[in-house]
C-alpha cells in the first residue's frame, strides 16, 4: 500500500520561496504519476503541477507557470514541489497525489489519484 507524506511548507514573505517534498512508502513511485493538489480555505482543491512516469511535467494553474516546478527523484522515492516567487494567493494547503496512469501521462482529474498525503500547510504573508 503507498504511502505519501508531504513536507516543507511554512510561513513565507511575499516573493519567498519554498520547496516541498512528497515522501513515498510502501511502494515504489516508478509505477505513477504525481500530482501537487492546492486547497484554500473556502475553495476547491485544485491541480497544480504533475510529472508523468516518465518524468514529463505539467502545469494546471495558470498562476503558478514559470514560478512554479516540480520534479521527481525516483531513486529517493520523493517528488518535489519548487516554489519560488510566492503570492499570497499560493497559500493553501498543498497535497500531493499518486495515480497509475499511463506512462507519459498526467491528469488534473482528482478521481485519477488513488493515494494523497495529508497536506502540508503554505502560508504567503508579510
Known amino acids: 500500500q503507498l504511502q505519501l507524506v508531504e513536507s516543507g511548507g511554512d510561513l513565507v514573505q511575499p516573493g519567498g520561496s519554498l520547496t516541498l517534498s512528497c515522501a513515498a512508502s510502501?511502494?515504489?513511485?516508478?509505477?505513477?504519476?504525481i500530482s501537487w493538489f492546492r486547497q484554500a480555505p473556502g475553495k476547491e482543491r485544485e491541480a497544480v503541477l504533475c510529472?508523468?512516469?516518465?518524468?514529463?511535467?505539467?502545469a494546471y494553474a495558470d498562476s503558478v507557470k514559470g514560478r512554479f516546478t516540480i520534479a521527481r527523484d525516483n531513486a529517493r522515492n520523493t517528488v518535489y514541489l519548487q516554489m519560488n516567487s510566492l503570492k499570497p494567493e499560493d497559500t493553501a494547503v498543498y497535497y500531493c497525489?499518486?495515480?497509475?496512469?499511463?506512462?507519459?501521462?498526467?491528469?488534473?482529474?482528482?478521481?485519477?489519484?488513488?493515494?494523497w498525503g495529508q497536506g502540508t500547510q503554505v502560508t504567503v504573508s508579510s
Open positions: 510502501g511502494s515504489t513511485l516508478d509505477y505513477y504519476a
Open positions: 510529472i508523468t512516469r516518465s518524468g514529463h511535467s505539467a
Open positions: 497525489a499518486a495515480g497509475r496512469l499511463l506512462y507519459s501521462l498526467c491528469s488534473d482529474d482528482l478521481v485519477e489519484y488513488n493515494y
